[in-house]
Structure formats: C-alpha cells, structure tokens
C-alpha cells in the first residue's frame, strides 16, 4: 500500500490503514508506532482496538485490503497477501472513473519479501496454531497442558502431522506460553512452503537468543528471513517471525525451536 499511496497520491487516491489487534502486545501504542516507523508508512492509521471496523466490515482476515469508489461503494477486495498487479488495475480504473487517472498504466513493481510473499495454497497443509490455551489445539507434550501453572514439560516419541509440543519449563497463559527456564523447546510437524511463528520477550527491552531445526538439521537454504542459515535468531521484539521458507517439493518436517536463554513469549505459528 505504501507504493500506490505514493504514486498515487496526487491523483486522488486516499489510503486508510487500520489495525485491528490480534493480541494483547499489538494494542500497545508505542508498539503500534514502532511498527509504522519501521514500515516507513506516511499515511494515517486508525486502531480499531474494539473491532468497531472489523465488525462493520464483516471482516475475517489479517490483512484485507479494501477498495471503495467515490460513492462509497467496495469495489475490489483482497485476503490474505499476493493479487497485487490486479488491485492496482482497480485502483487505476476507480480513478479514472473519477476523473483524476492519469493515461499511464504503468504498474508499480512490488517486490514482497519474507511473510509479505502470498501462501502457497496448493501444498498448504497446515493451519494457523495457537499456543494459548484459549484456542490451542493438537497439543502433544505427555500429561497435556496445565493452565497458568509453571511445569516441566516433555516432548512425545513422537510428533505427528499439525501436533506441537513443549519441552522445558513453561508456564501456559490464556494468549501465550512462557518460558521460565534456559533451553526450553517447541516442536511443531507441518506441511507448508513457509513456517511463522508470532513470539517475543515476555518483557520489553530484553532479547532472547534462539535456534531452529528442521527434522534435526540446520535449515541451511530453508531458512526464513529472520534466521541464518545454521537457524540462529534472536528475538528483541514482539512481532512475527518467518523461520522458514522451504523449496519444492514440500513434505512433512518436524520443527524445532530452542530458546536459550529464558524469558520467550510464544503465540502463534502460521503457515504460508
């Protein structure tokens, strides 16, 4: 959006964005300003921490993206990244309609990187997973999980296909886990070309060194963009990161994250 807010803004073109949280980190202004900063994002932002937009929308998706004419009206919707030639055709015959376009169709060039490149829906085999007990699912560590409770927990013989497990101590909230000791573990098996995981430091300021594994290998040229290729990481903020983006052909992988040092906050795997 921040191209066509630029190339357009002359033209006509009023961009909007507005964040609707999904967590309780994302309601915090000085993360929300963090986030447009680091984005480079010039246009105004709304936050729609009660849903009033979302709802009104009927809106189910992180991110949607909206076009709507000079008469109100949703013309062109988009879920979910990718589709980006064809929304800017819209933008450009919604301005022409309007009688701001200008004659070029030229296309801005977008080059999405790490969690902005679109699923890869034919070989997606895995759904979004959350770690909280309030949606989690699958869980496989022995004994289940104890809620809002600091345990040892261990990771199974065996993992099978969309299960995850904890292995360390942890401590299992409504949202989110959190590691209490060192060298604490999460396995996940997945299908999927891309594997995101939603995590952070439990407290602001503090960083939290981490390492992943693919069926017990460095990720090498699987890597995602914020892992090298031997799976070294670390987490200074809370936000998404992408841990690996895997080549054809996609299989099922058992993933492993390590964290050594304590203090990880763990949300949400998403799969691309």
Known sequence: MRAWAEKYKDQGLVVIGVHTPEFSFEKDVGNIRQAIKEMR????????SDYAVWSAFNNEYWPALYLIDAQSRIRHHQFGEGDYEQSERVIQQLLAENGSGSASHELVTVHP?????AADWATLKSPESYIGYEQARNFASPGGAKSDQRRDYAAPSRVNLNQWALSGN?????EAAVLNNANGRILYRFHARDLNLVMGPEKRGTSVRFRVWV?????????????????????AEQRL???IRQSPPMMDWLFEIE??????QAL???FG
């Open 170 to 174: 942890w401590t299992i909230g409504k």
């Open 41 to 48: 994002i010039d246009y105004p932002v709304a936050i729609d």
């Open 215 to 235: 069926d017990g290998k460095a990720p090498g040229s699987s890597h995602g963009a914020d892992v090298d290729e031997q799976g070294n990481g670390t987490l």
């Open 268 to 270: 949400d795997f998403t």
């Open 241 to 243: 990161y992408q841990l």
């Open 113 to 117: 990187q790490g969690a902005e490149v």
């Open 259 to 264: 964290f050594l040092d304590p203090g990880a």
